[in-house]
């Protein structure tokens, strides 16, 4: 992709998240990162391929962590999938595709069955032997998809080593769906008009730009096949935040089982809320 349009569309991140009320300190770092690549004396993948994600950040205006991982993914995919996500065209099952290896019914199959919406979860996914307990997925396949992700992601795997080392505590991630759901039920956020089950075309999802600290968080609703499938959509909420040198998500939800039920927790981190008794799995649902 040449730096032309990898400007352009660091410039529509800009317009969008501007429109959407994000933070102006944010707006003017994608504002300020279109300019410095549009000016960059040699194409962008170049010093990507020549010194990586430390290569990236150092390209003047590039200071964020995530304008850093959002100019790896445009390098190497040709896509972005937080600006589908600010335009409402976010398509988990398109994105999963794009993978060699998985077509578009294996795809929808991750996605129904297994919750899985980013490249991340796919990864976790094959890591964790979800994917091995699915019909149709042997070692050679896994092993082929495994290495794409390892590509397309951008990462050197260390023996032993994280990449994760800031993640928010669930007392943040509850904090931030309640300031979401509490401004979306007061008709508070812009909305967007999201391209998955929205036949009518109509600007219904609200979206919250925020931030806790220098970490910046992004709320929407869960437009999924799932939340419709179970009546949920207005219940689940999707945060995606900076986390280690990758964009990350949670869901939050309400309980419905167990000494958790009736409360917001949020989705995976239930055991550590009951082991530790955690006074994030105690707000209230709105």
Known sequence: MHNIEIGRRLEEVADL??????????VQAYRRA?????RLPRPLAEVWR????QGLRAVSGVGE???GTALRTLITT????MLDRLRGQTDPVALLESVPGIGHVFAERLHDELGINSLEDLEAAAHDNRLSDLAGIGKKKLASIVDSLAMRLGRVRREGHTHHTDEPSGEELLDVDQEYREKANADQLPK???RRFNPSGEAWLPVLHTHRGERNYTALYSNTARAHEFGRIRDWVVLYYDG?????QVTVITSQRGSLSGKRIVRGRERECEQRRCPFGTRRRI
Do not use: H, K, M, W
């Open 78 to 81: 040709g896509r972005l999938p």
């Open 17 to 26: 998240l501007e429109a959407q009320r994000a933070n102006p300190f944010r």
């Open 192 to 194: 967007i008009t999201p």
């Open 65 to 67: 962590r995530r304008l």
């Open 50 to 53: 020549d010194r990586g994600d």
């Open 34 to 38: 279109a300019e410095s690549v549009r």
């Open 244 to 248: 280690g040198l990758d964009e990350r």
